[in-house]
């Protein structure tokens, strides 16, 4: 009975999914938020009836990255903070890094969590996707700050408790040093560190 409804959220996950493409395509951003908002109810209970499945996790984490910049494309700060700090926290669960560049080296060391086939389950692979989150929810943070209000903190010890500017700072800080270190070591290459360096600097400019 387990398996049989785990497959079918599974089934009417990869439905919402195949919607959010293509109301995206489409330029119908309000549709494709609406078909992710679905998607991630899914995928919560999912992760819910297996919390400690990277699988699942990984998912969950997916589709809140790709639900903040449907937001963002809407306008709707809140939300896309919110969303962004939701995927963060799943790809950070994942990272053997926990975004600590002076930790990657050791986390290269590590076999990391098996995730399937689709999703990457190389500790760089994990490293690099929860860097780009924290770049994503940096620039998200800086655009978005007037629109914060009390209790919009962060669930990860490393960047509760601050400021909007310090946080963003640790979180660019911990995304570009991640990726500068795995360019060095890993098959990451320069783009993919200017890619993370180009959302910091974003993110600096709506500070500053």
């Known amino acids: 009975m387990f398996r049989r409804s785990t497959r079918s959220r599974t089934e009417k996950f990869g439905g919402e999914l195949d919607a959010v493409k293509a109301h995206t395509a489409a330029g119908r951003w309000q549709d494709a938020v609406l078909a992710s908002i679905r998607a991630e109810r899914i995928a919560t209970r999912l992760q819910q009836a297996e919390p400690t499945n990277?699988?699942?996790?990984?998912?969950?984490?997916?589709?809140?990255?790709?639900?903040?910049?449907?937001?963002?494309?809407?306008?709707?700060?809140?939300?896309?903070?919110?969303?962004?700090?939701?995927?963060?926290?799943?790809?950070?669960?994942?990272?053997?890094?926990?975004?600590d560049p002076d930790r990657v080296r050791d986390g290269l060391a590590d076999d990391g969590p098996e995730v399937r086939d689709d999703a990457p389950s190389a500790p760089a692979e994990l490293m690099a996707h929860a860097a780009d989150a924290r770049a994503r929810l940096a620039r998200l943070l800086a655009k978005y700050q007037r629109e914060r209000r009390p209790g919009d903190a962060s669930n990860i010890d490393r960047y509760r408790g601050r400021s909007v500017a310090g946080e963003v700072d640790l979180l660019g800080h911990d995304a570009v040093g991640v990726h500068e270190v795995l360019v060095e070591t890993s098959h990451y290459e320069q783009e993919d560190l200017d890619r993370v360096k180009k959302q910091y600097e974003a993110a600096l400019q709506y500070l500053y």
Not at 65 to 84: E, I, M, T
């Open 54 to 99: 990277p699988e699942n996790v990984w998912v969950l984490g997916s589709t809140c990255y790709d639900q903040a910049l449907l937001w963002d494309r809407l306008g709707k700060g809140r939300q896309a903070v919110s969303a962004a700090r939701r995927a963060l926290w799943a790809y950070h669960w994942l990272d053997p890094s926990k975004g």
